[in-house]
T-cell receptor, first 113, second 114 residues
Framework: AQSVTQLGSHVSVSEGALVLLRCNYS??????LFWYVQYPNQGLQLLLK??????LVKGINGFEAEFKKSETSFHLTKPSAHMSDAAEYFC???????????FGPGTSLSVIP | EPEVTQTPSHQVTQMGQEVILRCVPI?????FYWYRQILGQKVEFLVS????????KSEIFDDQFSVERPDGSNFTLKIRSTKLEDSAMYFC????????????FGPGTRLTVL
């Protein structure tokens, strides 16, 4: 069975500082991995996805994530946090059936001015 | 840019009542999904739908739930007799043929069961 864990339910960073949100997955088959962002009172927006091409994936708003099979990780990073990055971030995994996406518990990112 | 829409944004109902949550997926998408997020918890898969039938459903999706694509544009989730524990945010999603792994989510409907 597939699963996702996200270390840290809440992360605070200063504006301009590095953002690092951790995600580890469990999958018996090659996974497809995603990061979604949820701004307050809004839906889920896809930030980026890994689908077995390049291991370093670039997404929207300056975010990127690196797939590391040996560590079963897919951590999300952004070099310099902006106030507008404050949101809930969900790591998710899917398999080749595509019939469902399994979400992690989410990490709430706060950006301190 | 095309987007998934959902109505209503907030639905309040009494326990035992039927509710229908509505979604309009992106027009050329063929795969449709419902997820829910209980307050403070993670997003959970409920059901996937393709070619007018359910592809997969979770253990949450019991006989109280049903889905339907009544016409060419709407995709609905019906809860026949709501329970307090059905209170949650319900997200609809859709994906395209050849890009099924990229699911586009709607803004959600917040269901409150009193």
């Amino acid at each position: 069975a597939q699963s996702v864990t996200q270390l840290g339910s809440h992360v605070s960073v200063s504006e301009g500082a590095l953002v690092l949100l951790r995600c580890n997955y469990s999958s018996s088959v090659p996974p497809y991995l995603f990061w979604y962002v949820q701004y307050p009172n809004q839906g889920l927006q896809l930030l980026l996805k890994y689908t077995s091409a390049a291991t370093l994936v670039k997404g929207i708003n300056g975010f990127e994530a690196e797939f590391k099979k040996s560590e079963t990780s897919f951590h999300l990073t952004k070099p310099s946090a902006h106030m507008s990055d404050a949101a809930e971030y969900f790591c998710a995994v899917s398999d080749s059936s595509y019939d469902k996406v399994i979400f992690g518990p989410g990490t709430s990112l706060s950006v301190i001015p | 840019e095309p987007e998934v829409t959902q109505t209503p944004s907030h639905q309040v109902t009494q326990m035992g009542q039927e509710v229908i949550l509505r979604c309009v997926p992106i027009s050329n998408h063929l795969y449709f999904y419902w997820y829910r997020q209980i307050l403070g918890q993670k997003v959970e898969f409920l059901v996937s739908f393709y070619n007018n039938e359910i592809s997969e459903k979770s253990e949450i999706f019991d006989d109280q739930f049903s889905v339907e694509r009544p016409d060419g544009s709407n995709f609905t989730l019906k809860i026949r007799s709501t329970k307090l524990e059905d209170s949650a945010m319900y997200f609809c999603a859709s994906s395209a043929q050849g890009a099924r792994n990229e699911q586009f989510f709607g803004p959600g409907t917040r269901l409150t069961v009193l």
